[in-house]
């Protein structure tokens, strides 16, 4: 057996959708945005994330509309997003469906709860935030979702995980 370092199942990158591929040539930041209806806990990893500056502040996400997420953030009118550092990649591959968690992802490290959903003891940052725009405006294959930027709290120093060209990275300074 060998080992090559292309996917076995992807199409040539010449076949490939320009509009991802140039999407893939930008260093995304990388978080779980988490939410909690009902009891229930719901939480995905997002790279499609900005935070805009105003009063207040903004997180606007690109997210599934038919994911879990949706729905608790829609239903409960509030969400955490949880920043994620380096040490955090399991973390980020477990809430995006792409690595096993059994019992689920949150199983996976331990969360506190917030009056906005379920914290990462030992995000690297994290904002609790109150759903706005609904309902949100479909953008691509998501929905926008805006949320206002109610409280900051910026954790601990770690290496920021980044999402570039379909892997996980970090920044250096060199």
Not at 71 to 94: F, K, M
Not at 99 to 113: E, H, N, S, V, Y
Request: charged share 20%; with cysteine; aromatic share 6%.
């Amino acid at each position: 057996m060998t080992v090559h370092p292309e996917h076995p199942f992807l199409p040539p990158e010449s076949e490939r959708n320009p509009a991802r591929r140039l999407r893939g040539r930008l260093a995304s930041p990388v978080a779980v945005l988490t939410a909690e209806h009902d009891g229930r806990r719901a939480g995905l990893t997002v790279s499609s994330v900005l935070v805009v500056d105003g009063d207040p502040g903004e997180v606007l996400a690109v997210v599934d509309p038919l994911s879990d997420l949706h729905d608790a953030v829609r239903d409960s009118g509030s969400a955490v997003l949880n920043l994620l550092g380096w040490p955090d990649r399991q973390l980020a591959e477990a809430f995006g469906y792409q690595a096993p968690a059994p019992g689920g992802p949150f199983r996976l490290a331990d969360w506190t709860a917030s009056e906005w959903g379920p914290v990462l003891a030992g995000a690297t940052g994290w904002a609790g935030c109150r759903a706005i725009g609904l309902p949100w405006p479909a953008a691509g294959w998501g929905v926008a979702m805006r949320l206002a930027i109610q409280s900051v709290t910026i954790g601990r120093d770690a290496a920021p995980l980044v999402h570039h060209r379909g892997r996980y990275a970090t920044l250096s300074d060199g």
